[in-house]
């Protein structure tokens, strides 16, 4: 019972904080990391295997969950992985990165 009630609290608690993404919610552009950004765009087939394996390029741990595109930016440099296919959400989500570094 004990075991049961501790495994159902930690899946509440888990999508409790998980990450809401609202394309819709405004928010402050006052503390952005950079004004400027030169952005390179690369659509791939796998978007886990290149994310991955651009996170780890860059002395990173690649990200351990699963991702849908991902962005990588280095003072005024940024660059965005999507899928061939993508959503004007993901990669609006990306090229906020490249302005506002992590934000979420």
């Not at 990200?63 to 990669?91: E, P, R, W």
Request: aromatic letters at 10%; glycine letters at 8%; charged letters at 15%.
């Amino acid at each position: 019972m004990k075991i049961t009630a501790l495994i159902i609290s930690l899946c509440v608690a888990t999508n409790a904080m998980a990450f809401n993404d609202d394309p819709n919610k405004p928010f402050d552009t006052s503390n952005n990391y950079t004004t400027q950004s030169t952005i390179t765009w690369r659509t791939v087939v796998d978007v886990q295997k290149a994310c991955e394996a651009e996170s780890r390029k860059r002395g990173f741990n690649g990200f351990g969950y699963g991702v849908q595109a991902c962005s990588f930016f280095d003072g005024n440099q940024c660059t965005i992985i999507t899928g061939k296919q993508t959503t004007m959400h993901s990669l609006g989500h990306e090229v906020r990165h490249c302005f506002q570094g992590n934000w979420h």
